[in-house]
């Protein structure tokens, strides 16, 4: 074991006695970062467990094995390990149905996220929730750190109507929560009402960093690679709804930002002169293997976060898309609705249009920071009943 104070729900669950696994049909919800701390896979331990059987395996966006790209279609297979169905969650079907559950008393959840609104597996656990309480089936939510600590809650609510699988519910861009507590928080506020029990982490508390807990960092997916990519994922991933590449295909996915027509130099000085705290911005040329600018050279800033309590992951992001809009303006491009549809890409990550319609006006990046900041605290007050776990004793 890596470290012998923090526990994850997983090394808990074989010591405890709980009706929702004895003589019970198990499914798992789980990836490659469903491990415990000594790096037995989560599947293994829960088919090991005595008085219950596994019976289905679920897979969210990535795969059971988290090795598709973002947006890639995951097809249904037979799991050839434990000889069980592995039923997708992010293909035609985004909640578990009737069929999916039928062999199945209680599902079980145990994944890595990263409390951040538009990485899918807050949505997939949704999901999760209303399609075990319209069937009543159990729901057992085996926690895990939120890997950018307790306390970091950043970003402006999701407006209704802006629901997606980037933003299933109306919450801000950094919930500052575990994956238990949101099931928690969720489960009530949202009236699921799902029979749902959290085994809880022991040791962890609010202000500890993740590099702190001693626990391996397991790739939730292909392009989260490392602790520096989490910090500024929340901030960078914004540039996904635009034309410039979020460093996908690049070995910095959303540590770099870049296009063919930006000059790295001018956007890193620019940035740099608002001192933000805890991030320095440094031009950078990068060529992408894949995805936006595939093979072509592009010119742009590669983000260090020197400072990471005092880091502020959205606002970053936020300055970046008004310096890049206000700095190019003929040639930067919000990416249009997909067909068929008539959101952008940018409002469901942002949760309104806001962005999109004044980030490039000289008051407008100030005025979404003040919403967004106060919709944080109204936040910050709503969660507060569901925490689990408090500060640093």
Not at 116 to 131: D, G, I, K, S
Not at 135 to 156: A, I, T, W
Not at 240 to 260: D, H, K, V
């Amino acid at each position: 074991m890596m470290n012998g104070n923090i526990r994850c729900g997983i090394d808990v669950l074989p010591g405890m006695k709980i009706g929702k696994i004895n003589g019970r049909r198990l499914g798992v919800i789980t990836n490659p970062t469903g491990l415990t701390s000594d790096f037995r896979s989560s599947i293994e331990v829960i088919a090991s467990l005595p008085g219950a059987e596994l019976t289905a395996l679920y897979a969210c966006e990535h795969g059971i094995r988290g090795q598709l790209q973002a947006g890639k279609h995951v097809n249904d297979e037979m799991d050839p390990q434990f000889n069980v169905p592995v039923y997708s969650l992010y293909g035609a079907n985004r909640k578990p149905s009737a069929a999916m559950l039928d062999d199945v008393d209680t599902v079980i959840f145990d994944i890595q996220d990263l409390g951040v609104r538009f990485y899918t597996y807050l949505t997939t656990l949704l999901y999760a929730m209303e399609a075990c309480a319209e069937h009543d089936k159990s729901l057992l939510v085996l926690d895990r750190p939120n890997p950018l600590g307790g306390e970091r809650c950043e970003g402006g609510l999701l407006e209704p109507g802006y629901e997606s699988m980037i933003g299933g519910w109306q919450i801000p861009i950094t919930t500052g929560m575990t994956i238990g507590e949101f099931a928690l928080m969720a489960n009530e506020l949202r009236g699921t009402n799902c029979d749902l029990e959290i085994i809880p982490l022991e040791g962890w508390h609010r202000t500890m960093d993740y590099q702190d807990t001693g626990l391996p960092w397991i790739l939730p997916s292909p392009n989260i690679p490392t602790m520096d990519t989490v910090r500024l994922y929340s901030g960078t991933c914004f540039f996904e709804g635009t034309n410039l590449s979020e460093g996908r295909g690049t070995t910095r996915p959303f540590e770099w930002i870049g296009a063919p027509w930006l000059n790295g130099d001018e956007l890193a000085k620019a940035f740099n002169n608002y001192e933000m705290p805890g991030v320095h911005a440094h031009p950078m040329f990068m060529t992408p293997t894949f995805s936006k600018h595939q093979g072509e050279a592009c010119g742009g800033v590669m983000l260090f976060v020197t400072e990471h309590k005092s880091f502020q992951a959205v606002n970053t992001g936020l300055l970046l898309l008004h310096l890049v809009s206000r700095m190019y303006p003929d040639q930067f491009q919000w990416l249009s609705p997909p067909e068929g549809r008539n959101r952008y890409f940018i409002d469901l990550l942002t949760g309104n249009e806001d962005v999109r319609k004044r980030i490039h006006e000289a008051e407008g990046l100030q005025q979404i920071q003040q919403q967004w900041s106060q919709d944080a605290l109204r936040w910050r007050e709503m969660r507060a009943p569901y925490l689990l776990y408090g500060e640093a004793p």
